[in-house]
């Protein structure tokens, strides 16, 4: 478990926690809102440490019986509550983990602490069950609520609650970490960091896949010859597509990336803003092929495509459309 000073980006929450720390102004209830893999749990998780730490030094010491607890997640007082369904939590889990417990107080540290993610999972019945327990505090209770969306929950719930939002980090931070961290080469890091929108959990999931870094090649190779495709070769493309149904949004993000960098080339020509630099001849080639409007036609056929899969029509007949209209948007010279 990383320690404060290893948490990346967000000092406004960091300082917030530590003035309620300092000042002993720490609330009963909070919301951590971000994308899934922004940091959420690495956050409460820090937090939740920090508080039960025997030192009492408002930044957890590594090293008490506390902190080695809350690191193997053996902490009698730090509750990760847990749901059997992938998409709902229960009023019964919620009673079960968190109202029939709560009142018990502490048996190690001075806080009773309970994480439950994926928050916006649990049914109004859920909500209303923790709502009372929002309202009317035991004095050593705290609540993480991790949750992607705010809106999920019932007014009365926000209200309560301090709301903590997760911001992006830049891509210097993600790529700087991917290089030190996990030896990611230079050019790759630069990738994977365009490539996760400031998220940093994304952007280790996809360093350390060798499915998607399969996937990155089949598509770069697609990318840079569609121009010049028969519609036999387009046919195979299709095909070989399907490998990547189960992640074919993350496909369709690197087709919005590559003709991102398309439109940058042509409008502005900062090459410093590029995320597929290395490709820069490919790029420079395509670029004078392609009109504005054409470019912005290729974004609605990925949109549409990708829209036309999740409504479930033909994975092959929907890649083929998209595929054949769009070489059809290149004026060849």
Known sequence: MVNQNEILGNESIKNYFHAAMEHQRVSHAYILEGEKGCGKKTIAAMYAKSLQCEAESGKPCGKCTSCLQTESRNHPDIIWVQHEKPNIISVGEIREQVINTI??????????????????????????????????????????????????????????CILLSIKPLTTSLIR??????????EGLADFYAGFSMGNLGKAINIASSEEFNEMRGHALHLLKGIHELENNELDEQVKQCKAYKDRISDYFDMMRMWFRDLLILKTTKEREKLIFHTSIVELSKQSAMLRLDAIDKIFGLIDQAERQIRSYVNFEAAMDVMLQEMKACYQHR
């Open 103 to 160: 009142d018990v107080k502490p048996y190690r540290g001075p806080y009773k602490i309970y994480i439950i993610d994926e928050a916006e999972k649990m049914n109004d019945s859920a909500q209303n069950a923790i709502l009372k327990t929002i309202e009317e505090p035991t004095e050593y209770a705290i609540i993480f609520l991790l949750t992607t969306s705010r809106g999920a929950f019932l007014p009365t719930i926000l209200s309560r």
């Open 176 to 185: 700087s970490y991917l290089m030190q961290k996990l030896s990611v080469d």
